[in-house]
């Protein structure tokens, strides 16, 4: 992660906790989740594919 995400990352958090408006709020979540979501995939990426194509049982 870089600095700037981390940054970022923290700006969102502060941001998020105390907005009231719930579009804003639910965008700052929207925006924060891409983040981590980025994160997570450098971090696990096989698990990032599994995770967008489930598999089904039949």
């Known amino acids: 992660m870089t600095p700037e ?3 970022q990352i923290n700006y969102l ?14 965008r700052l979540v929207k925006e924060l989740n891409d983040l981590l979501e980025a994160k997570h995939s ?3 990426p096989k698990q990032r594919a599994a995770l967008n194509y489930p ?4």
Do not use: G, L, M
Request: glycine share 0%; proline share 4%; with cysteine.
């Open 5 to 7: 995400e981390r940054e």
């Open 13 to 26: 958090c502060k941001r998020i906790e105390s907005e009231q408006d719930p579009v804003t709020f639910d």
């Open 55 to 58: 598999t089904t049982s039949k």
């Open 42 to 44: 450098r971090i696990h």
